[in-house]
T-cell receptor, first 114, second 118 residues
């Protein structure tokens, strides 16, 4: 059974710092991996999607990498800002599309202080 | 307007009551999902639907039922609510091409329904 783990569970950094959020998964047979942002009381906003054949994706100050063989993904946030404070969720879509539903980690709650 | 709309946004009710959460989408996606999120936990899949004639149970379907009234509408019901069903509920959609392959696009989520059962 696919399991997704995110470390750390919580992270506090001062504004301007570069940071890395980690995600690991137990089964490398994935269709894609997605990073979401969740603000309190809000739904999930998709940040980046990496297809299984890709190694990384970039959007602005965000860069996500994927290493399927080791079952790892990282989300790199450059020059963090207070507005980046949120919970970041990693999710994988299994290669077997019979389920076609995402399997989520528990998230990393990020706090960026000004 | 939001692409995926959930109603209500918040609901407080009593044990034993029947509750319906509704989800509608304007994205024209064929697949819809209901997830549940508990504090400190990831999202867990309750039910999913490939189209109006195809409903499937997820990992935590006990105590829930769903109805896919149209391609754009997918509702979740709690027939007799119990306190441990207190959670944040999310609806999501995804799209597939004409061959049935999942498009490599992110799932789209609603803003969630916060449900409290006393």
């Amino acid at each position: 059974k696919q399991e997704v783990t995110q470390i750390p569970a919580a992270l506090s950094v001062p504004e301007g710092e570069n940071l890395v959020l980690n995600c690991s998964f137990t089964d490398s047979a994935i269709y894609n991996l997605q990073w979401f942002r969740q603000d309190p009381g809000k739904g999930l906003t998709s940040l980046l999607l990496i297809q299984s054949s890709q190694r990384e994706q970039t959007s602005g100050r965000l860069n996500a990498s994927l290493d399927k063989s080791s079952g790892r993904s990282t989300l790199y946030i450059a020059a963090s800002q207070p507005g980046d404070s949120a919970t970041y969720l990693c999710a994988v879509l299994p290669q077997n599309q019979a389920g076609t539903a995402l399997i989520f980690g528990k998230g990393t709650t990020l706090s960026v202080s000004s | 307007d939001a692409d995926v709309t959930q109603t209500p946004r918040n609901r407080i009710t009593k044990t034993g009551k029947r509750i319906m959460l509704e989800c509608s989408q304007t994205k024209g996606h064929d697949r819809m999902y209901w997830y549940r999120q508990d504090p400190g936990l990831g999202l867990q899949l309750i039910y999913y639907s490939f189209d109006v004639k195809d409903i499937n149970k997820g990992e935590i379907s006990d105590g829930y039922s769903v109805s896919r009234q149209a391609q754009a509408k997918f509702s979740l019901s709690l027939e007799s609510a119990i306190p441990n069903q207190t959670a944040l509920y999310f609806c999501a959609t995804s799209d597939h091409d004409l061959t049935g392959r999942l498009r490599n696009q992110p799932q789209h989520f609603g803003d969630g329904t916060r449900l409290s059962i006393l």
